[in-house]
Structures are given as C-alpha cells and as structure tokens.
C-alpha cells in the first residue's frame, strides 16, 4: 500500500515528478542540505550539481525549453540573489522554471536573529519580495499550508509558462503532511464562448477576404506546445509564414510555404515586401522587440493585424480577454478558405538560401562564409544553440533542418547565457545532437559550467567564436575602446584542463578547410567536441552591423 503520508519535501518532489521533471539543477547550501538529501532519494529523480547558482538559473531555463518545466535549488541569499538573473531572463522569455530556496528554520527566521546570508537586520523577507518582481507566483511553506500552496505556485508555473519562487525553510521540508490523492491537475488556458464565436466570426471574414493574407507565427507557440496546431492551419490555408529570430523554427523552416525571419527593416527584401504589403496579417504568438525588428522598424499596419496570443486575441484594435490560442488555431484551420498555394507566388526560405553547395576554400573564416559552411553541417532534429552576439545574428540567417530545434535570448540578451543552457538541453535530452556556437567574451563569463558538462559525460558540439572581445558591443560603439577588450586565452586547452576521463576532443580552425575537417572529425566523436575558430575582430554578420548601428543612433546622447 502507498502510503498516506510524506514529508512536504517529498510532496513538493512527487509534484515535480508529475510534471515532467528529471533532474533538478543547483548548488548545495547548509539551508537546503536537508532538501537535497530527499531529492538523492527520490527515484527517478537526478541532482545536477553546478558551478555556481547564475549558470544553475541558466541551465534550467534551457532545460524547460526542450523539456517543458525545469527545477533549481539554492540556498537562501547569497545563492538565490546569483540566480536571480537567470530567473528574470526565465521570466522575460515565458519559461516555467520552479526556483525553490532552502531557508533558515521557521523559528530562527520569526527570532529575527543575525544569521550568515542575510542582511543582519532580522527581515527574512527581503529576497522574496525581490523574487516577486520576476516570478508569476510565490509562496513560503509551513507545515499547514504546504500543500495546498505547492499545487497552487505549480498550476501558476505551468499555466502562465514563467517562473514560480517556492521558499523551503529547512525544518518545514521534514514535517509530515497528507499525501497527494490525485494527480495534479495541470490547467490550460480556456475560451469563453460568446467571445470566441464573435472573434472567430470577424476573423474569418477578414482572412477569406484578403487577397494577400500571411503568416508571422513566433514564440508562444513554441512555449506552449501548440506546433501541429500552428502547422495544421498552415497546411490548411495555403498561406506563406514567417517568424521572427526569438520563434526561429516554430515551423519547419523546410516547408514550401516558409518565407523567412521578418526582422523589420532589415528583413530580406523579399521577406518584408510579403509581411508589410500583405492586406491581412495573422500575428500568432509574436512580441515585437526591439533586437527582433531591427529596432523597431516593422512596419505592421494595425488595420491589418489580427493578433493571437496564448489566452487572448486582438482584432480591429479590439482585445478578446478570454479566447485561447489553442482554440483559434483549431477552429480557423476548419473555416479557412484554402488558398492554392500554386498561386501565392512563395518563393520557400531553404530554396534562396541554399541554393548552391558549400566548397571550403584555403581562405581564413570570415562571417559570410562561416555561417553557410556550418548550415551545410546541420542535421535533423539538432539542438542548435546561439550566444546572443554575433552568434545569434549569424545564425539567424541559417535555414533550420527539419524538426531541430533552435535556442537563443534575444529578448533578455544575458551575456553568457548559452553554455550552462547547453547543460540544460542536452540532460533534457541527451539522444539528440546539441551544437552550441558561442563568442569569447560571452564564454569568458559562464565558462566554468564546460566543468559540469564534462562531468555527466555529455557529447555536444561546441564551436568558439574566437575573435578577440566583445565584437557585438564593438558593432555599437566603441570599435577600438579597451572596454570592449578581454584577455586571450587558449581556449582549445580549457576541455584538458577540465576533463578528467578524456570525454573531450578540441581543434582549432582559422581557415575553410580546417573547420571542414574539424565538423568531419566532430561527425564522428562520441565524445564533446571543443573547436575555436579564430575570425578578425571587427568581421560581423551582416544583419549584425546592420542592426549596431541602429542601436548606435537609438542609444546615441
């Protein structure tokens, strides 16, 4: 017989199990020892030790993208307050992370006494206010409410796809209470149906009115699983799609009706004229941001726009509060009118942009050619992560294979964000091929967490951009300031240094034909694979300067 009781730790871990988590990421405090004493016992359950609590924050937000919901432990203070940037990037870019904090025991925080990690003014308070400006939910356990409020923060986690802030003080994670009965009901957006029936009503005259309607589908889509969906009614109506860089990928970038990424003025000509022409515009899950549109340079006429979001919909400047997404998709995929796609004049993403075959050259790497050689290297169903920097902007451009997924921040932009969420995707899912591209500066800041990597033995493919500072920012300002300087290193060696089991290769390439080689060897290592790549510093991808000197003027005093 299961038993009737559990401890609240055990409450809070058996929830986590419910939802989809595997392993939980962190690092050990004397406040949450207690804590991860249960998760090391709980089965089916794996603590991810990290270097620090910043990269644990990062790898957990990775680790929801690709697994749905992830989990991190710190202690209180000093650990919470370095995660708490991963957890307001978590929040920005809507991923259900559940931060959970081991804090001093109930009677020692209602004393009021000195304790090490606080302030020395006996509030133990103050972090949890600060974790409420980028957190959806927040609660702090006791023995009497700890389910109860568990449930709640989860179903808040799941629901709203942004982080929760659960506070376990360390004698509450041992109390006994009631075991769950019942799985944890995991809610969803629903519609109301007079708001649905009149929104879907004047939608659909709109679109199967409209001789030039399109797509721009984005994120939200990927944050809440709704893909085929989106795809169905992309299939169904005929019409060209395209996304922008925050969503790359939420449709097969090899499908015959994928136009490209709208990036404002800076899009492709072809791309633009299609967005910003159309007489009807479906806007399924976008966020219109500054990096995304070129620094808001789309030109989005609101007389056209119908606008979807995950629980609400707008339409002729009118906001529906309580239709779903989910819905919509469904229900417009069964009354649109097919378009024959024939007729569209599409003109597909992967066939402009890979039309001719890549032949390496003796020639030293330049951002042009880099970028083309390694779409020629991807693969299905890859994980492709992007530092955002030169990285991001670069392979933005790229033509994704099918089913891969494509990872970046462009929202948050957090320097050094990639590498511990490389950690992230790859637990999520270690069968699937993870290739992390990434600058020097950015590596300089997070570069501690390789450790972590190598540790669990995973095998991703890791190419460093190696050309010498912060070259996004130089593309901004200050192209030979010293403030855009870093110290070199031999980057290529870091993998030795750190790997203790050889579960590592490095390569350095500086030319076409040895990162040829160097993507040939890495095909067939069964092992992490480390190559630097050395480019001139000022060399940027071309929407890259583009879009820096767009900043420049916006930023300019």
């Known amino acids: ?87 307001a990037g978590s929040y920005a870019e809507q991923l259900p992370v559940v931060k959970i904090t081991g804090s001093p025991a109930t009677n020692v925080a209602n004393s009021g006494a000195y304790v090490h990690h606080t302030l020395g003014d006996g509030d133990f308070t103050h972090f949890n206010k600060m974790f409420k400006e980028v957190t959806v939910a927040q609660t702090t356990l006791t023995e009497e409410n700890a389910a109860e409020e568990i449930d709640r923060v989860l179903q808040e986690c799941w629901l709203y796809k942004r982080p929760v802030y659960i506070n376990l003080p360390s004698d509450i994670s041992y109390k006994k209470i009631e075991a769950p009965k019942s799985p ?118 609101e007389d056209k726009l119908i606008e979807i979001h995950p629980s609400y919909a707008k339409i002729n400047q009118e906001t529906f509060d309580k239709v779903s997404m989910s819905d919509l998709l469904e229900l417009l995929t069964e009354g649109v009118e097919p378009r024959d796609i024939d007729t569209q004049n599409i003109q597909p993403f992967c066939r402009r942009e890979t039309a001719d075959e890549f032949v390496p050259t003796d020639k030293p790497l330049t951002q042009e050619r880099f970028w083309k050689q390694l779409n020629s290297f991807l693969n299905k169903e890859d994980v492709l992560l992007a530092e955002q920097g030169t990285a991001f902007f670069g392979t933005s451009q790229m033509v994704l294979p099918e089913k891969s997924t494509f990872i970046g921040q462009p929202l948050w932009g957090s320097i050094g964000y990639t590498l511990p969420s490389l950690l992230g995707t790859q637990i999520a899912d270690p069968n699937r091929r993870n290739i992390l591209v990434i600058g020097d500066g950015s590596f300089q800041l997070t570069a501690q967490e390789l450790s972590t990597i190598l540790k669990n033995q995973l095998k991703p493919i890791i190419i460093l951009i190696n050309n010498d500072g912060y070259v996004v920012e130089r593309a901004i300002h200050g192209p030979n300031e010293k403030y855009n300087d870093i110290n070199m290193w031999k980057y290529s060696r870091l993998p030795e240094v750190l790997d203790m089991g050889e579960n590592s290769i490095s390569m350095v390439a500086a030319n076409e034909k040895e990162f040829a080689d160097a993507l040939h060897l890495a095909d067939s290592q069964d092992k992490l694979v480390f190559i630097e790549v050395t480019m001139e510093r000022l060399d940027v991808p071309e929407l890259l300067d583009a879009l820096g000197k767009v900043f420049a003027k916006q930023n300019a005093y």
């Open 1 to 87: 017989m299961h038993s009737t009781t559990c401890t609240v730790g055990d409450y809070l871990l058996l929830r986590l199990k419910e939802m989809g988590v595997k392993h939980i990421f962190g690092v050990p405090g004397d406040f949450n020892l207690g804590f991860l004493d249960q998760i090391e016992a709980m089965d089916h359950l794996e603590w991810i030790g990290n270097c620090n609590e910043l990269n644990a924050a990062y790898a957990a937000d990775g680790y929801a993208r690709i697994n749905g919901i992830a989990a991190l432990v710190t202690t209180f203070g000093v650990g919470e307050l370095s995660a708490i940037n991963g957890i």
């Open 184 to 301: 944890l009901h995991l809610p969803e957006f629903t519609s109301e149906t007079g708001q649905l029936n009149t929104f879907l009503k004047l939608a659909l005259q709109k679109i199967n009115q409209a001789k030039f309607p399109v797509i721009l589908a984005d994120y939200e889509v990927n944050r809440y699983q709704l893909n085929e969906k989106l795809k169905a009614f992309v299939n169904q109506s005929g019409f060209p799609v395209a996304s922008l860089s925050m969503g790359k990928g939420v449709i097969d970038e090899t499908h015959p009706q994928f136009i490209g990424v709208y990036t404002g003025s800076l899009s492709d000509p072809y791309v633009r004229s299609r967005i910003e022409d159309a007489d009807c515009i479906l806007s399924i899950g976008v966020k219109l941001t500054d990096s995304l549109t070129g620094g808001f340079t789309h030109q989005l006429d």
